[in-house]
């Protein structure tokens, strides 16, 4: 998948975070936008948050291009439909938000966190934001999204009130210009972990990249399997998680080292490591010598702090 635009690339790491724009549309005119992600689940591999977008006169059109839920379809029916999401350009366009594995885990492990829902919300609107510096005039956004959508949708509308919100639940299944965006994000997220680069070994050749789906059971669950224990995972991403784990450095960049499942792989089958900074060494030496020179001294002596005799 090293023609997809929006990854990095066959060669190189997926290190940090980034944002990839297709080129912007030039026809007048209000425009919808559809939003849409891949990946919120998984062990494995990024989360990549996807928007399209088109005319509002554009509609009709739109829907005979054959967009959907992206789980729905094939890998081949994907990979042409994104390229038909370019093949319009004066109307059609997209971008993706890829949140790198480590982001993610760094995210969720600071104190305090910045858990998933708002990782994925932020996402969202700088994709808005920066659709809007383009000088795209957005009338109306389709969000599909998980759980209750009242709150997610007033937020959005808070922040950006001259834009008309539907926020629901398999929007993707309902709405053409989100399946168009859950394609872009399938694909990239896809492409990703295809061309993913090994910088622990060398190189994606010099490592098992049998990976599985990263997801429980090889399912697309909608949620996040950060709860689930390594028993329900994918069985190949749970043999490559435990061939894969060194001992003292752990896995590779790909894992999300701040879901469950890996924290519990690791307390197992990792060694422990005690972090000590250099001032830190000089009070522990102190304390474990007074700790040795308390265990003869009776318990009134302990109370009342008496060192010595002279004290008397």
């Given at each position: ?116 829902n708002v990782q994925s919300q932020n996402a ?128 590779p960049k790909v894992v999300r080292f701040s ?54």
């Amino acid at each position: 998948m090293s023609n997809v635009p929006s990854t990095p690339g066959p060669s190189t790491p997926l290190r940090e975070s980034y944002t990839y724009h297709s080129p912007t549309p030039t026809t007048s005119g209000p425009y919808i936008l559809g939003v849409d992600e891949a990946g919120r689940g998984p062990v494995l591999g990024p989360l990549v948050y996807g928007v399209a977008y088109c005319p509002v006169a554009y509609k009709e059109t739109l829907e005979e291009l054959g967009f959907a839920d992206s789980k729905t379809l094939t890998a081949e029916v994907r990979s042409s439909l994104l390229e038909t999401l370019g093949s319009d350009p004066t109307n059609l366009a997209w971008s993706v938000r890829v949140i790198s594995p480590q982001a993610i885990s760094q995210g969720m492990l600071r104190r305090p966190p910045t858990n998933l829902n708002v990782q994925s919300q932020n996402a969202t609107v700088l994709l808005i934001q920066e659709v809007l510096k383009m000088g795209i005039e957005l009338r109306e956004v389709y969000v599909d999204a998980l759980g209750p959508t009242a709150t997610y949708k007033a937020y959005l509308s808070a922040r950006f009130p001259d834009i008309s919100f539907t926020v629901e639940n398999k929007a993707d299944d309902k709405f053409k210009i989100v399946g168009a965006a859950s394609v872009a994000a399938k694909v990239t997220r896809d492409a990703c972990i295809e061309d993913w680069v090994f910088e622990e070994k060398g190189g994606a050749d010099d490592w098992d990249t049998e990976m599985g789906s990263g997801y429980p059971a090889g399912e697309y669950f909608q949620h996040s399997c950060q709860f689930c224990n390594l028993q329900s995972l994918d069985p190949k991403t749970k043999a490559w998680l435990q061939r894969t784990l060194e001992p003292v450095f752990g896995l590779p960049k790909v894992v999300r080292f701040s879901w469950s499942t890996v924290k519990v792989l690791l307390e197992k089958e990792g060694k422990a490591v005690k972090w000590i900074d250099d001032g830190q060494e000089s009070l522990i030496s102190a304390f474990e010598s007074a700790k040795g020179r308390e265990k003869d001294r009776c318990a009134v002596a302990k109370d009342l702090a008496l060192k010595s005799v002279a004290t008397l």
